[in-house]
């Protein structure tokens, strides 16, 4: 089954531990990205990829890190998180750059306190 | 930076009411535009894309969508929603310069009481 998985789905952790966002996809997609999701503010991208060892920043980086070893593994990095880093987060893969469709994962719950 | 509006929020209907979620957007040059949704505890999945040709789109479950190049929209529309249609709907958009970069807007809640 086609898909993008994502790890941990649910994280409470403490402010300044860094954590680990895995996502992973499994249809050879070249093109990988980041979003959060706040309330009453939609998804915004946090980083992009447009293929191996290519990521850019999307409209709201800091804080995060990426990187993109692999074709089918996109983790994002939190080196040292913050209240205001608590959210939903969703990864998500397309064929090739954004004008394909965007086949996203679970989201993630991530709690800061 | 670009951005992009959604005016309806919250948006309560009976079934088979008719729907209609504005977009607007504030790229003045190509773009391609998207309307995704998210049904509850589901992942956010594509309803219909416009990247050119005929303004009037066709997505899945009925929706379709009308991109109007002079007013920057692009509003989704369903003649007749149903129970099932309870969901959030997102706008989104990308544009030549660089289509890596998406832009969503904030949502709209629909709830449909059967």
């Known amino acids: 089954e086609a898909q993008v998985t994502q790890n941990p789905r649910y994280l409470i952790t403490v402010t300044g531990k860094k954590l680990t966002v895995t996502c992973s996809q499994n249809m050879n997609h070249e093109y990988m990205s980041w979003y959060r999701q706040d309330p009453g503010l939609g998804l915004r991208q946090i980083y992009y990829s447009m293929n191996v060892e290519v990521t850019d920043k999307g409209d709201v980086p800091e804080g995060y890190k990426v990187s993109r070893k692999e074709k089918r593994n996109f983790p994002l990095i939190l080196e040292s998180p913050s209240p205001n880093q608590t959210s939903l987060y969703f990864c998500?893969?397309?064929?090739?750059?954004?004008?394909?469709?965007?086949?996203f994962g679970p989201g993630t719950r991530l709690t800061v306190t | 930076a670009q951005s992009v509006s959604q005016h309806n929020h919250h948006v309560i209907l009976s079934e088979a009411a008719s729907l209609e979620l504005g977009c607007n957007y504030s790229y003045g040059g190509t773009v391609n535009l998207f309307w995704y949704v998210q049904y509850p505890g589901q992942h956010l999945q594509l309803l219909l894309k416009?990247?050119?040709?005929?303004?009037l789109v066709k997505g899945i479950k009925g929706f379709e969508a009308e991109f109007i190049k002079s007013k920057f929209s692009f509003n989704l529309r369903k003649p007749s929603v149903q129970w099932s249609d309870t969901a959030e709907y997102f706008c989104?958009?990308?544009?030549?310069?660089?289509?890596?970069?998406?832009?969503f807007g904030s949502g709209t809640k629909l709830n449909v009481k059967p």
């Open positions: 998500a893969s397309s064929r090739r750059q954004g004008s394909y469709e965007q086949y």
């Open positions: 416009y990247f050119s040709g005929d303004p």
């Open positions: 989104a958009v990308n544009a030549r310069g660089n289509f890596n970069k998406f832009y």
